[in-house]
């Protein structure tokens, strides 16, 4: 869509929202998955740029770069399309990394493109792409068991001790999906191995 890649091979977006108050909510699956990508890579995500928290490395093999838009996330696309503009990553190298209120609390599931299904993070981004061509991770926060809960306050919500523990196996599962995934396994296979 913008050309041919130039130096970044594969831009990992993981959604969020910044500041403390959101730190742990259910809505910042993606940007707990970006902690334990740098942990685990001995990274810091700490330039700035992109509206976003970001840095460069090696991840799977291909060079990459990782960001937390620092949008709020209901305008990340503003953030990722000025990365994915800037280094002209094909959009099937855009990895977005996201929480979902239909899946079940810990399950991941990759997919390779879609609507935002009522996700106002993919929304946008699909809306400043003009694509909804990319691939995903999603991963599940479950929803409220009352039908009148209001559903920004669940996914602004923190998830019960119980669910943190499973969440942590995800954001691993997660990352590893991630890795698979720049490192050039082929889409399919890795929804057989991680879905």
Excluded at 1 to 19: D, H, Q, R, T, Y
């Amino acid at each position: 869509m913008f050309g041919k890649p130039s130096g970044v091979e594969w831009i990992i977006a993981c959604l969020g929202n910044p500041g403390s108050e959101y730190a742990n909510t259910r809505h910042n699956m993606g940007f707990l998955t970006a902690d334990l990508i740098a942990e685990r890579e001995h990274v810091k995500i700490n330039k700035i740029k992109f509206k976003s928290a970001c840095n460069i490395f090696s991840f799977g093999g291909a060079k990459v770069l990782l960001m937390k838009p620092q949008t709020y996330m209901n305008l990340s696309g503003e953030a990722v399309v000025e990365a994915v503009k800037f280094y002209k990553v094909p959009l099937d190298h855009l990895l977005v990394i996201f929480d979902d209120i239909y899946l079940p609390v810990g399950k991941i599931r990759i997919r390779p493109s879609g609507s935002a299904g009522g996700h106002n993070g993919i929304k946008n981004i699909i809306a400043h792409l003009g694509s909804d061509q990319f691939p995903r991770i999603k991963i599940g926060v479950g929803s409220p068991t009352n039908p009148d809960y209001d559903m920004a306050d669940w996914v602004t919500g923190t998830p019960s001790m119980a669910e943190r523990k499973i969440l942590l196996n995800s954001f691993a599962r997660a990352a590893d999906a991630a890795e698979a995934i720049c490192s050039g396994e082929e889409l399919r296979k890795a929804m057989g191995r991680f879905n």
